[in-house]
């Protein structure tokens, strides 16, 4: 087989695999123990992702760098839509699992038609309840950190409180934060603020103290004083470190924010998965769990290219 061939055939398994969920999807009939849907969703989802790819096939002959990335990763999309459609089996087409807990892509769809304006509304809630928390937990975080890496007096008195409350999960301190902050939207500011700040400030402060003495010492040669040794000298050579402590801070935030949203919150993703599990609505849980994939795809990849773009001396370190 000539790699001609090969390529082509790399390049088109993204429309194959769209293809055959779609054949499956119209050649056998859902299960009637799932409740019909209005409108056919996925069917319809599935021809608008079947004329993406087919144009990003097309266009792929024309572009070298995205045919070599279709070629890379058509496997990997054809691998995916077969996971599809066999879930697509097992809950619609034959109702293998319980349908109350495994709803069909037809009623999971819906809930983003029928529901589009509480979806939005909710993640505009947590988008600024993580937004806060990440600012506060990062700034703290980030001052802490140079003090405790850059003054030996400050990691004498205050390194040891932080070795007992840090390790401490931050979602641990909700009943009491909740008695303490007079409304649930501060606490769960705070407790997403904690989530973010311990990692910050241990990444940070272990990034300066790990900085070639040298440099201090050319710095203080050269007549640098403090606050330039520490944002000119140590801060810079502590971004990797910062950036990781950043990285490890959100997918803590995450966690924070989906827990403190189900103590209190009027919106939210969290809360809004909360409500319709109480609801026994588990076609909202499954949107909701979509919902909280997306989001939190979206922020990482963003961080990611503010990382690439402040230290390109490390791009592909570390991949996501």
Known sequence: MSK?????????FPVLGILLALLIEKIIPNSQLHP???????????LILLALTVVIF???FFNKKLGESLEFKGPFFLG???????INLITAKFALLPIIFF???????AVFVSQTSLLGKCIWYSFRLLLLGVFWGI???FITGVFLGFSRKVYYWINPYIKLIGPIPATAWIP????????????????????????????????IQNTSKVYFEVGRTLGAGTFFQVFRIAVPAALPNIFQGIFNGICAAFIALMTAEMFGAKYGIGWYISYQK??????????????????????????????GKVLGWQKGLIKW
Request: hydrophobic content about 60%; proline content about 5%.
């Open 103 to 109: 709803p069909s892509f037809d009623n999971i769809l």
């Open 278 to 307: 109480a609801m026994m609505m588990y076609a909202g849980v499954y949107a909701g769990l979509i919902m909280i994939a997306v989001f939190c795809t979206v922020i990482i990849t963003a961080l990611f290219k503010v990382r």
């Open 4 to 12: 001609k061939i090969v390529s082509f055939a790399k390049r088109f």
């Open 58 to 60: 097309l266009i792929s």
């Open 176 to 207: 009491l934060v909740l008695t303490t902050f007079p409304t649930p939207f501060g606490a769960s500011v705070f407790i997403i603020a904690l989530a973010v700040w311990f990692p910050v400030q241990l990444m940070t402060s272990s990034g």
């Open 139 to 141: 700034t703290v975080g």
């Open 36 to 46: 019909a849907a209005v409108k056919p969703y996925y069917s319809i989802l599935l």
């Open 80 to 86: 995916a839509a077969g996971v599809v459609i066999l």
